[in-house]
């Protein structure tokens, strides 16, 4: 039996079939549209060619995060069950699920004398929180303490990179991470911002490139400055792409050929609905482990 329980949220963007295989329960968001309420349930009840075709054709989705009582509704027969939790959630830069998350957490720990509900913030987002989660139910796997996996959390979340570009700038024009005007020029000249995510877990703007093809090969060359140990890098590597997989295998393509010592081969996920309902369609976004982020 493992020492603790690893949960997180359905916004670390990994499917169905990662989450089950590695035993880690989890809450999800959700997301609105049209006057309908929906589960963010890993594509379980919308593919996502459905959900980024209704954006392409007009949809503007909206989503809201996990509630104080879906959270105690998670951990409450772990902690019955006897068992101490290390919950990860999506960044607090994005989102206010960490602090529902810490609110939920006192309860079940009042509720169960003895049981513990570590919450830890993981200041990333889609497949690169997905990854953070990986490495810990590797640790957990691998014997560690609910309190190491903890500390080790805290001490790495920061080395996780998040670079990405999106070749569709209307999702960002609506959020209002893109002003109309330069969305249209943007569009007009084939520009791809490029962005990352930084110390406080919040998306920031790096660079604007123009067409799609030096994008991609924009955020493999940011790999190899950041990466731990640089062309030599031995870590995990994951993408994440909302409805643009053949960009996605482009940009694996050029890691697989320049990073020879990865740590198996890079794993490419959809973006959630929920995440995906901010970046729409066209996004194609990088994670690896590497120096600190900063800001």
Request: net charge negative; glycine share 10%; with cysteine.
């Amino acid at each position: 039996m493992s020492a603790f329980t690893l949960t997180c949220c359905s916004t670390a963007d990994r499917p169905k079939s990662f989450f089950d295989a590695r035993e880690i329960p989890y809450a999800c968001f959700h997301w609105s549209e049209g006057g309908v309420d929906h589960l963010d349930d890993l594509y379980q009840s919308i593919t996502p060619e459905e959900f980024y075709g209704a954006i392409k054709a007009g949809a503007e989705p909206t989503t809201s995060q996990v509630s104080v009582g879906e959270f105690v509704a998670l951990w409450e027969p772990v902690a019955a069950g006897g068992s101490d939790v290390l919950h990860v959630s999506l960044s607090s830069g994005l989102s206010g699920a960490y602090n529902a998350a810490t609110l939920a957490a006192s309860q079940v720990e009042a509720a169960h004398p003895g049981r513990r509900v570590l919450v830890v913030d993981s200041l990333g987002a889609s497949s690169g929180y997905g990854m953070l989660v990986e490495y810990l139910a590797d640790l957990r796997d691998a014997g560690a303490s609910l309190d190491e996996a903890h500390t080790w959390a805290l001490a790495h979340r920061l080395n996780v990179h998040h670079w990405f570009f999106s070749t569709d700038l209307t999702s960002y024009v609506r959020g209002g991470r893109v002003s109309r005007v330069s969305g249209f020029v943007g569009t007009a000249l084939r520009i791809c911002p490029v962005l990352d995510m930084n110390d406080e877990g919040r998306l920031i703007p790096r660079d604007k490139i123009r067409t799609k093809a030096k994008a991609e090969r924009d955020v493999v060359a940011r790999m190899g400055e950041h990466a731990e140990g640089g062309l030599a890098y031995a870590g995990k590597c994951s993408i994440s792409q909302g409805a643009c997989r053949e960009d996605a295998e482009r940009v694996r393509d050029l890691v697989e050929e320049r990073f020879r010592a990865l740590r198996g081969k890079v794993t490419i996920s959809d973006i959630g609905t929920v995440i995906g309902s901010h970046t729409g369609p066209g996004t194609v976004a990088l994670y690896f482990m590497g120096d600190t982020r900063g800001r």
